[in-house]
């Protein structure tokens, strides 16, 4: 399992939705545009995917940013509180 960081900027409203939506069944929305998700190799795989599918590459970006091990314990978080889906949580 790794842990990532998924931000997007999507210039179209639908687009941004359908992105916000798939991302939603992988993990935690803890900002405007920006996702917390742990992924398997093969759920990274078929989010890419699915993002790909949903995006116009010319006008839209998501961004993975991947967490070491050694530092996905070490994240400060200031202001409010964001109950995090984590491994083996079922996100309906």
Do not use: P, W
Not at 29 to 55: C, G, N, P, W
Request: proline share 0%; net charge negative; aromatic share 8%.
């Amino acid at each position: 399992m790794e842990h990532y960081v998924v931000t997007y900027d999507i210039a179209d409203d639908k687009r941004r939705m359908k992105v916000f939506k798939t991302l939603k069944d992988y993990g935690t929305h803890v900002q405007e545009s920006v996702f917390e998700v742990v992924l398997t190799t093969e759920d990274y795989v078929a989010l890419r995917h699915k993002l790909l599918r949903r995006i116009h590459r010319d006008e839209d970006s998501v961004i993975f940013y991947r967490q070491c091990r050694a530092c996905e314990n070490d994240v400060e978080r200031l202001g409010r509180k964001v109950e995090l889906v984590g491994i083996g949580d079922i996100v309906l």
